[in-house]
């Protein structure tokens, strides 16, 4: 017993067990920072303001929501042009990054969006030049009927559809080639939902669904629901909808670890998703454990839906609490409350960093840093762009510097 004790304290003190040092991400958004990060001394200089306060992760995102990517090894087209702005590398962006995060002892994570296709406001992107991806895009049932999301510029995205296998055999080849080409440290999943309530209805998904339930559909979509005025009135086979949205993202993110860890095991699979837990049924994105049930709290929850739970398919669950204020377990809208609420449905089947984005208040900054640090894994802070346009980096270093004293 003596002889393991002393191994034990021995262990300690070679490896400063005391000092650990919990992770620290600062986001690199592609699409906001595209002009920005095009020179490379550019990008030197703020991995060196990134690492001076006191972050040792970095995530590059690398495809954004055209649905064209910045890196080099990839068969797929190259982000060349975000709206007016045109920016041609003949060097690769991805490769550049871990490069210089390694020469300062940073880890590197990296970020795809997954079902993006392209920007309905400007028409750049996959779908709007490639006629293949452009049949796969999905099909809304809106108040005013019938719409293509590559036709609706009020969304973020012409998405997509989550549902059909060519898009999933897609998107895994660009995980496939990422993980494969690149030394990275981690893959934050993003946007690997549906893209909102109103999507998918198209004709495939619908045999999709009575597949799911065994039985055709009567009355599509609206035995799902309709619309009266605007307003969304759920039909007879609404929570089966619900269960069955979710339950496609759920077996596609199951196809994504077994890629990720059938190549390289010790890539963490991480990600991101908004804190704001119930109302994320409408996306199919259920981050909690099958510990937690949701039936009988929410309406439009069934008894299976917990099944869908995706936390232990997780190696890292980045919670978004993007929200202005820090602190009170008794206000539903505080990071604090956020941060409780994780844990409880997360139930330790992954780790999980609390996230902040850059632009909450001002004097909430080190507050927030410091509450995701000291009641959560981890830090995760969205986006560089935000910390340099408002010259940020104090705020954050001080909420560092304070959760650190106090973890010592």
Request: net charge negative.
């Amino acid at each position: 017993m003596k002889k393991l004790l002393y191994l034990f304290v021995s262990l300690c003190f070679l490896f400063d067990l005391s000092a650990k040092e919990f992770p620290k991400y600062l986001w690199f958004d592609a699409e906001a920072n595209f002009v920005r990060f095009s020179n490379r001394d550019t990008i030197r200089y703020y991995l060196d303001k990134t690492k001076e306060t006191g972050f040792n992760t970095i995530v590059i995102d690398v495809r954004p929501i055209y649905g064209e990517v910045l890196y080099k090894k990839t068969r797929l087209p190259q982000l060349e042009k975000v709206g007016k702005n045109e920016v041609k590398r003949d060097w690769d962006y991805l490769q550049f990054f871990i490069d210089e995060a390694h020469k300062r002892e940073m880890k590197v994570v990296v970020s795809t969006t997954f079902f993006t296709g392209g920007n309905p406001v400007t028409r750049q992107g996959l779908v709007y030049s490639d006629k293949k991806w452009a049949s796969k895009t999905t099909l809304q049932w809106t108040p005013e009927g019938f719409k293509d999301i590559k036709d609706d510029p009020s969304k973020v995205s012409a998405f997509l559809n989550p549902s059909h296998p060519e898009v999933q055999d897609y998107v895994l080849s660009f995980v496939k080639e990422i993980v494969e080409n690149y030394d990275i440290d981690g893959y934050a999943l993003d946007y690997c939902r549906y893209p909102d309530v109103q999507s998918d209805f198209s004709s495939f998904t619908r045999h999709q669904f009575e597949k799911h339930i065994g039985k055709d559909v009567k009355n599509f979509p609206e035995d799902i629901f309709r619309w009266e005025n605007g307003e969304r009135i759920d039909g007879p086979l609404a929570q089966e909808w619900f269960e069955f949205r979710s339950q496609v993202i759920y077996d596609f993110i199951s196809r994504v670890r077994e890629t990720i860890k059938g190549i390289k095991p010790d890539v963490s699979m991480e990600l991101w998703a908004a804190s704001w837990y119930s109302a994320l049924y409408v996306n199919g994105q259920n981050w909690a454990s099958q510990k937690y049930n949701p039936y009988g709290e929410y309406a439009w929850a069934s008894e299976d839906y917990y099944k869908t739970g995706y936390a232990g398919l997780l190696d890292v669950f980045l919670l978004g609490t993007y929200l202005d204020v820090v602190w009170g377990m008794d206000n539903n809208e505080s990071m604090e409350y956020g941060i409780a609420r994780g844990k409880r449905l997360i139930a330790g089947d992954c780790l999980m960093y609390g996230t902040m984005q850059g632009t909450m208040k001002r004097e909430n900054l080190a507050d927030a840093a410091y509450i995701c640090l000291k009641e959560t894994g981890g830090l995760m802070v969205f986006d560089i762009v935000h910390i340099i346009e408002r010259n940020a980096w104090s705020e954050l270093k001080k909420g560092i510097d304070r959760a650190e004293a106090e973890m010592k």
